[in-house]
């Protein structure tokens, strides 16, 4: 059974920066692409970030130039490091792998999802 488990979650001022881990376990980790997405009170879950087997990354507009996700098979770890938060990116992170190599945008293309990691953003 393919297990997914974030950390690093928590409450930083703006202008901070966190790391969020998220550690796979029941699949070959590097064969599949990863994805973070979030959750804000109110509002539907959003694409912020994907890595694919090939080490290719996409960002959501609104992450761009702040964030970095990366990924080390050999600890079958996704990592999402965050700078220069904002208010705005306070949500429920989730990361997610893929049903596929490649990097995709996509929820519904995405299997198995952890059970997220709360990301508070002070001002």
């Known amino acids: 059974q393919v297990q997914l488990v974030e950390s690093g979650g928590g409450l930083v001022q703006v202008g901070g920066s966190l790391r969020l881990s998220c550690t796979a376990s029941g699949r070959t980790f590097s064969d599949y692409a990863m994805g973070w997405f979030r959750q804000a009170p109110g509002k539907e879950r959003e694409f912020v970030a994907t890595i694919g087997w090939s080490l290719s990354t996409y960002y959501a507009d609104s992450v761009e130039d702040r964030f970095t996700i990366s990924r080390d098979n050999a600890k079958n770890t996704v990592y999402l490091q965050m700078n220069s938060l904002k208010p705005e990116d306070t949500a429920v992170y989730f990361c997610?792998?893929?049903?596929?190599?490649?990097?995709?945008?996509?929820?519904?293309?995405?299997?198995?999802w952890g059970q997220g990691t709360q990301v508070t953003v002070s001002s």
């Open positions: 997610a792998t893929s049903r596929y190599s490649h990097i995709t945008v996509n929820a519904y293309e995405y299997d198995y």
